[in-house]
């Protein structure tokens, strides 16, 4: 049982969550259209600096969602009438996003409910974050922050662990923290794109930061301690990267190409999730954070604090519209829809399909401003229809 209580709303958190989204709408459209295609981590040397970063852009999505999301956990858990009702939505939300993942985020990439292979992604890992806060929140917060701390940070310890496939161990592994693909009945797959072992820590760890910035009552002084932390984060990585000396299995190395250095440097592993990405994207999210609490609320009444706001609604409306749009500009780039090769590949566009970047960027514009006009009307909705149930997890 929930009660209604007013809260705050920071539009910091909302300001860098509608960031991230742009962020993600252009890695996903650049997967679409400019049809480039990197390992992660990225091949040094291999990868061109221009689509070099506009990857490193995304890097920043999934470990940001994740920290906002525990630390919008701690921010409104007071609207509950106690600490079992909190926890049991936590969960119930986690496990709905699971869902989620399965059904109309795994249809928005392949248009194809019986595409053979799914993927586990962000939002699974959210979910799965969300599950084991709700369990951790129930013992304590001393043991909620001591579990965040051993995750993420000794997590890293056990990347040499590997074990046979096709059994149990490796089925539990795979979904704790090794990148892998499962085999499933009927001919389905699972690939474990996110591994959720540091995912739930570092949601975790998050939860325990807005407890804190809860208890300061959203002063200036807490944002300096983000800021604070966020410097620290950094410098623990260069230390860490720099020399090479523990959490992530790529190795930081010298190039004669100033760039190839500075983006070998820029490279930590994103799948799982190792210590030393965490501490890139979240110290520089930190500081981006506190930097950002420095706006005039009024500010952040544009097309950011829509996306922030509606996050969800957002991030499910882009992936459509990039899905659907890709696939009506296939006779417009000379391409035959009989190219197609729907039901075969992820996304089903020709070998063929691809744009110039220029071209690409206008795609992604376009997208942006159609999500953003669509969360503005769903925003709308939503303050009509505060107890219907897609209001709720949507």
Same mark, same amino acid.
């Given at each position: 049982m929930s009660i209604t209580a007013s809260f705050p709303r920071l539009h910091h958190i909302d300001l860098l969550r509608g960031i991230i989204i742009i962020f993600m709408v252009i890695d996903h459209g650049m997967y679409y259209c400019l049809n480039y295609s990197v390992t992660d981590p990225m091949t040094i040397p291999g990868t061109d600096p221009l689509t070099f970063f506009t990857r490193f852009v995304s890097h920043f999505c999934a470990p940001l969602f994740v920290f906002l999301a525990g630390l919008s956990a701690a921010i409104t858990e007071h609207k509950y009438i106690?600490?079992?009702?909190?926890?049991?939505?936590?969960?119930?939300?986690?496990?709905? %996003?699971?869902?989620?993942?399965?059904?109309?985020v795994s249809w928005s990439w392949s248009f194809n409910p019986l595409y053979p292979m799914l993927y586990a992604q962000v939002i699974w890992a959210i979910g799965w974050g969300f599950v084991m806060l709700g369990l951790l929140r %129930?013992?304590?917060?001393?043991?909620?922050?001591?579990?965040?701390?051993?995750?993420?940070?000794?997590?890293?310890?056990?990347?040499?662990?590997?074990? *046979?496939?096709?059994? %149990?161990?490796?089925?539990?592994?795979?979904?704790?923290?090794?990148?892998?693909?499962? *085999?499933? $009945?009927?001919?389905?797959?699972?690939?474990?794109?996110? $591994?959720?072992?540091?995912?739930?820590?570092?949601?975790?760890l998050a939860y325990c930061a807005g407890v804190y910035y809860k208890a300061k009552q959203y002063n200036a002084k807490a944002m300096s301690h983000a800021a604070l932390l966020g410097v620290s984060c950094l410098s623990l990585y260069a230390i860490l990267r720099g020399f090479n000396l523990y959490g992530d299995t790529s190795i930081f190395s010298i190039h004669n190409?100033?760039?190839?250095?500075?983006?070998?440097? %820029?490279? $930590?592993?994103k799948y799982p999730l190792s210590l030393q990405f965490m501490l890139l994207t979240v110290g520089l999210g930190l500081i981006a954070l506190w930097l950002l609490s420095y706006l005039k609320a009024n500010f952040s009444r544009g097309f950011l604090q829509v996306l922030g706001k509606t996050s969800m609604f957002s991030y499910l409306v882009h992936l459509y519209l990039l899905h659907a749009i890709a696939w009506l500009l296939i006779p417009v780039l000379g391409l035959n829809f009989s190219d197609m090769t729907y039901g075969e590949t992820l996304v089903g566009l020709p070998p063929a399909y691809g744009m110039s970047y220029v071209a690409t960027l206008t795609f992604i514009a376009v997208v942006i401003g159609l999500t953003t006009l669509l969360a503005k009307r769903y925003m709308t909705w939503k303050r009509n229809n505060k107890h219907s149930l897609i209001a709720k997890y949507i």
């Open positions: 106690c600490t079992k009702a909190f926890s049991q939505n936590l969960i119930i939300r986690g496990l709905v %996003l699971i869902l989620f993942e399965f059904t109309i %129930l013992l304590g917060l001393r043991t909620l922050f001591i579990t965040g701390l051993l995750l993420v940070f000794g997590h890293n310890i056990f990347d040499g662990v590997r074990f *046979e496939p096709n059994t %149990l161990a490796n089925t539990l592994w795979s979904i704790a923290h090794q990148k892998n693909v499962l *085999e499933l $009945p009927l001919d389905f797959k699972i690939r474990t794109t996110y $591994p959720v072992a540091p995912i739930v820590g570092l949601m975790a190409n100033t760039f190839d250095t500075v983006m070998s440097f %820029l490279n $930590p592993t």
